[in-house]
């Protein structure tokens, strides 16, 4: 019994070895070795990055090095399974003989997939770590400038700096799996020149958004006025177009190329002070040293009104049925204009009532002559 249980187990081995190939189990478990061994090397490099990684960058006065490690380390343990994964599978395939094909194959794709996924992880890490740095650099030169330039120009950088990366990363992919890259850019080039002529007011409303981003003729949240009449605050600077929101809060969407070759009033720069104007007709007859002191004094008393400049008023014109003055002060915002101008009017208006001065109204003078006889 004991020699046939042998020569049956013989027969089965010999027939596992003339299937799998020599050495096989030997592989396999070499590279089930590797992977684990790949895995604690990244549960260790994650730990000393997490400890003594972190004790270093918090001496530094920048958070920059803070969001970058707290990058890498959610990437660490995806990079340290796929790498262990594909080392594994390589050590695997060493142990097969020629008469594996399809295993073979199947270790091969394998490993190509492991390849292409370990290539997406490494883009969207150096896109993510590309985003933070673009945005630290551009958040510096706006709190230097005291500007929302970051706000405004670093989703157009961060989008073409993305678009290159993946082409780079692509391009790589392509050269591992041995593909020509010389004439995938040759077709790139054919492709982007068809693009380019087929869409010339994009590339051109494109460019324009450069010139906007970088001349910056205003900012997000500036108040402007178009030449089509409508006014309101900048809410976004895209890559085709700006977008306007209006004071019924509507969005108006203007193609930047048109906005670079016409005039364009900013209301908020080079300072947000705005003047307040408030116009008053009083009738003939009223004491102008008494009109211009009420609305001098209801303007010094608003506390929205600046002290510097000066609040002034003028009697701009004795016109055919009123004196018309007219009140000239300042805010810190346009957000305060409207409502404070409001406000000096009702003010004034009670005032004038109290002192007997007339708000002037139309008037006309009918002479009558008898008909002599």
Do not use: W
């Not at 070795?33 to 490099?45: D, Q, S, T």
């Not at 990684?53 to 990058?71: H, M, N, P, Y």
């Not at 409001?342 to 208006?349: A, G, H, V």
């Amino acid at each position: 019994m004991k020699s046939l249980l042998r020569i049956l187990s013989d027969t089965l081995l010999q027939r596992a070895e003339s299937t799998l190939g020599r050495g096989l189990l030997f592989h396999a478990v070499a590279g089930l070795m590797l992977f684990i061994l790949v895995l604690i090397l990244g549960k260790i490099f994650k730990f000393l990055l997490n400890t003594v990684g972190r004790k270093v960058i918090t001496k530094t006065e920048s958070d920059l090095d803070d969001k970058i490690l707290a990058i890498v380390l959610d990437r660490v343990m995806s990079i340290a399974a796929i790498s262990g994964m594909y080392f594994g599978l390589r050590e695997l395939s060493e142990g097969l003989t020629a008469a594996n094909t399809t295993f073979f194959k199947f270790l091969e794709y394998s490993n190509a997939a492991l390849y292409v996924l370990m290539a997406v992880v490494l883009t969207a890490l150096g896109i993510r770590i590309s985003d933070t740095l673009i945005r630290h650099a551009l958040h510096s030169v706006a709190e230097k400038e005291s500007s929302n330039f970051d706000q405004a120009f670093a989703p157009l950088v961060n989008r073409l700096v993305n678009i290159l990366v993946a082409v780079v990363a692509v391009m790589i992919v392509f050269d591992h799996f041995g593909q020509n890259v010389s004439s995938l850019l040759a077709l790139l080039s054919v492709g982007s020149l068809a693009i380019g002529l087929a869409a010339q007011d994009t590339i051109s409303n494109m460019i324009s958004g450069f010139v906007i981003m970088f001349d910056r003729p205003f900012r997000i949240g500036d108040r402007v006025k178009i030449p089509t009449g409508e006014e309101g605050d900048v809410y976004e600077i895209g890559m085709r177009s700006t977008k306007i929101l209006d004071f019924d809060n509507n969005l108006v969407i203007v193609p930047n190329s048109e906005l670079l070759k016409t005039r364009i009033v900013n209301y908020s720069f080079p300072v947000s002070v705005v003047r307040v104007t408030v116009e008053v007709n009083v009738a003939y007859g009223s004491d102008v040293t008494k009109v211009k002191k009420i609305l001098l004094d209801h303007a010094r008393a608003h506390p929205d009104v600046l002290k510097t400049p000066a609040s002034e008023v003028y009697l701009m014109k004795l016109g055919e049925n009123a004196l018309q003055f007219k009140l000239f002060c300042r805010v810190a915002s346009f957000k305060q204009q409207f409502a404070t101008a409001e406000k000096l009017r009702i003010e004034i208006y009670e005032a004038f009532n109290e002192a007997k001065i007339e708000i002037a109204l139309p008037q006309q003078i009918v002479h009558v002559r008898e008909r002599k006889r």
